[in-house]
């Protein structure tokens, strides 16, 4: 951290520390216990990342972890508030679809939205893996707890996973009943409600918890065209859970979801660049009237329904616990969207899909916790995996193909479709060797099998530029349209089968109960994919499999009978064949341009991460998370530049592919070493201050302020100069109040108080267009909870 880039944060951290120590009187009632020491107490968090119930301090791995407490207490709406205390992790939506989460963890992740294409970042609701981006940007109310787990995680994470996992649990009935209500009032027009009751039917046996969460907002950009608010947000998600315990040896737990999205497209303009179609057409260059006004000439409303269900049955069978984890999801989505990001009626595009997953696990725990022989210390876990998903995938285009052949006046609409099958085997051993000293084992053996189905073709729609949904024909439609494509090779199809093994390895030393030092290897891959985009079979893939090694070290420790609190972990993570898609133009397809997916090479990213906790006196709690990271290419051989025309047959001087393109035009891969990773800040850091006063029996008053710094990164993979980001501060801070009783609460919140603005995601579509996002302005609201 340079000097100028460290004096911004101390700077900001100071006011922070000094707005939390704002009443020195109170420091003299260092002896009493109040509301935050509780809360302390609470967020002594049980985790369960290694399939076994363990505090965080007694995992041998990065992991951070949020509470119910914590959650509330950081205002956290989605999953998008915990990265900034959380070191190398990065989440935000994805820049085209505001209810899908880009995760980044320690460099490596994602933004995409097609289904084709998984996550480097795993994401699990309640032990089911989700296996597509959108609708991941889960909601944090009603959650018991959320798990941020870095670094591959190839044994224990449901579906193999590269760079890092993201676990969340929902709540579960309370057997004594109870109703939670919560309400939240912000600026741009939000207005969240959120109630949840608990209802035993049974006494200590069987009990429902129903849930229901509407959140509303206008969204902060302004339509330049006709003064409309854009990016808002209109969302329902309902959730029942029931809770069965015949007996203290069997639980069953059964939930059911739905999520009901209405909200508008997420608000961005197009990025001036006059060597785009989007000025060499029209000439339209964005205008300079502020980050928060944009142009929409087209509707942007983006329709998600999905609805889900998770079976958990638990049954201890003595020295053995059964386990088994069910998983039904289905997802529905139509999207319009003003895809140029201009009042200019350019490049619209309507987006229909189905997605759904079936998955099943089974897992077999040992428990010889009441033994007194060398068993005692043995805790395994077998099991196994299942995972079948598909979807399907239709685009309508209203000016393609008449913006590249102005004598077909029609609109067109194109077809995708795949499933995907997953097996895995896994094992995970921990023994202790003495009572301080453990060692893990874990392998995993997994099968995927892929197969893949695209109609680049189609079919052309009157009228051209139409701007309704009744133009667009159904999936089921486009399917037989597809089909009779591929009988006149005007669709393709492919398919993959392969099986990878992955390795886990660690040990872990207790020097007493309150430290522990660990080192750990670890083995993650994520399978590769087809490009959902592509126009040809040779573009379309499948890619090879991108692979993952992790060697990990650090300790945990508490100090100063328990007044401090250190977690410090260095790693180095090597990837190899990380893929991403690529635009290039191909004057054969209606778009007059198609995305080729590739393996790019190889990465290392190596860093440092340290979380800090202190509490100098009983009500004041200081908290500091750094993370450094080291990140660069060591192998990128690719093409980014898409065909070009050549005399006589290239070559490729970092030993690349070269592919000669039907139209005679070659891709030719290049040297690009010198590039940075995606979200990859050399340095983040956060600091927090919270401070409480004890009213007595009139509650408690907490104070809470937090700033995060992030140096200078990059949103693209091509590192454009439009979409260069970081070397900022943002402040956060809240005022609450709790009733003596914990049922009532009062906390006025606000999150990036200096009103920074910054680009947020930037998405280079090929020559047409860039189109370019920024990050939520100065944001304020009051919430009120009651429990009972």
């Known amino acids: 951290m340079g000097k100028v880039e460290l004096r911004r944060f101390l700077s900001g951290a100071a006011a922070i520390a000094i707005c939390g120590a704002w009443a020195p009187a109170a420091f003299a009632q260092s002896g009493a216990v109040s509301a935050t020491d509780e809360a302390d107490d609470r967020d002594e968090i049980v985790v369960t990342a290694r399939f076994k119930k363990e505090t965080l301090q007694d995992v041998p791995q990065a992991i951070s972890a949020f509470s119910e407490a914590k959650l509330d207490r950081q205002a956290a709406r989605n999953l998008s508030d915990l990265a900034p205390s959380t070191p190398n992790v990065n989440i935000q939506p994805v820049a085209t679809f505001p209810n899908s989460a880009a995760i980044h963890i320690r460099g490596l992740g994602a933004q995409g939205i097609e289904s084709t294409e998984e996550s480097p970042v795993g994401v699990s609701i309640d032990g089911v893996f989700v296996t597509r981006p959108v609708a991941t940007l889960l909601d944090t109310f009603d959650m018991e707890r959320v798990e941020i787990l870095r670094g591959p995680q190839g044994t224990s994470f449901g579906k193999n996973s590269l760079a890092g996992g993201i676990s969340a649990f929902s709540k579960n009935p309370d057997m004594n009943g109870g109703v939670q209500a919560e309400a939240t009032i912000g ?9 949840a009751v608990d209802l035993p039917l049974v006494r200590d046996q069987l009990a429902v918890r129903l849930v229901v969460n509407k959140q509303t907002a206008n969204g902060y950009f302004t339509n330049r065209v006709n003064g409309d608010d854009v990016g808002g947000q209109d969302k329902l998600t309902l959730r029942g859970t029931i809770l069965f315990t015949p007996s203290d040896a069997l639980t069953v737990n059964l939930k059911g979801f739905l999520v009901k999205d209405r909200s508008s497209a997420p608000g961005g303009d ?25 142009g929409r000439d087209f509707p942007s409303l983006h329709e998600s329904d999905q609805w889900g269900l998770i079976g958990k049955v638990e049954a201890d069978l003595g020295s053995v616990v059964a386990t088994s984890v069910t998983g039904y999801i289905k997802t529905d989505d139509f999207n319009d969207s003003d895809f140029d990001g201009s009042e200019i009626n350019f490049f619209p595009t309507f987006r229909l899909q189905t997605h759904k997953q079936f998955s099943q696990e089974l897992r077999l725990a040992t428990d010889f916790s009441d033994r007194d022989d060398a068993l005692s210390r043995l805790s395994l876990v077998v099991g196994g995996y299942y995972l079948n998903q598909s979807f399907k995938l239709t685009q309508a285009f209203p000016t393609l193909p008449v913006l590249v052949a102005p004598s077909l006046n029609f609109g067109s609409q194109d077809y995708v479709q795949q499933s995907n099958t997953a097996k895995a085997l896994f094992a995970q051993l921990i023994y202790g060797v003495t009572d301080k000293l453990n060692v893990t084992l874990g392998v995993r053996q997994s099968w995927e099998q892929k197969d893949f189905f695209r109609d680049p073709t189609g079919t052309l729609i009157s009228p ?10 159904s999936l089921a439609e486009m399917e037989q349209i597809a089909n009779t494509n591929f009988t006149a090779n005007k669709a393709f199809k492919n398919a993959y089968s392969r099986n990878r093994a992955t390795f ?22 994520k399978g590769g994919g087809y490009g959902a985009r592509a126009a040809t079979l040779t573009t379309a893939g499948p890619t090879e499999d991108n692979t993952s090694e992790l060697w990990e070290a650090g300790f ?20 190899k064949k990380l893929e991403f898609g690529v635009f290039f133009p191909n004057p054969n397809v209606a778009s007059g341009q198609e995305t080729a997916s590739q393996n790019i090479g190889a990465a290392t990213t190596k860093g440092v991460e340290l979380e800090l906790a202190l509490r100098p006196v009983s009500n004041l709690n200081l908290g500091v998370n750094i993370g450094y990271l080291d990140s660069k290419y060591t192998d990128f051989c690719a093409d980014l530049n898409g065909p070009q025309s050549y005399a006589t047959a290239p070559t490729s001087a970092c030993g690349g592919k070269v592919t000669l393109l039907p139209n005679g035009t070659y891709l030719r891969d290049e040297d690009y070493r010198y590039l940075k990773l995606v979200r990859a800040p050399k340095w983040q850091a956060n600091f927090t201050a919270e401070y409480t006063i004890p009213l007595g029996s009139s509650g408690d008053l907490t104070a809470r302020g937090s700033v995060l710094y992030k140096s200078t990164y990059y949103n693209t993979v091509t590192n454009d100069a439009a979409g260069i980001a970081g070397d900022y501060t943002l402040v956060d801070a809240s005022l609450g109040w709790t009733s003596a009783d914990s049922r009532f609460r009062v906390q006025l919140w606000g999150k990036n108080l200096t009103n920074k603005t910054y680009v947020a995601a930037l998405t280079p579509t090929a020559q047409f267009f860039i189109q370019r996002f920024y990050s939520p302005p100065r944001t304020y609201g009051v919430t009120l909870g009651a429990k009972f």
């Not at 040990?507 to 430290?515: E, R």
């Open 464 to 473: 051209s530029r139409f701007s309704s949904r009744e133009f667009v024909k």
């Open 556 to 575: 945990k420790g508490d100090f100063l009978n328990g007044m401090l609190r250190v977690n410090l972990a260095g790693f180095v993570t090597r990837f």
């Open 504 to 525: 886990k390895a660690g040990i872990d030393y207790k020097f007493n109960p309150d430290l522990m030092a660990y080192a750990i290897y670890n083995q993650g891959y």
């Open 270 to 294: 197009s990025a001036p660049d006059r060597t785009k179609l989007h000025y060499l057409i029209f000439g339209f260059e964005e205008p300079n009237d502020g980050p928060y006004t944009i």
């Open 187 to 195: 600026n741009y027009g939000r207005l969240d409600v959120k109630g």
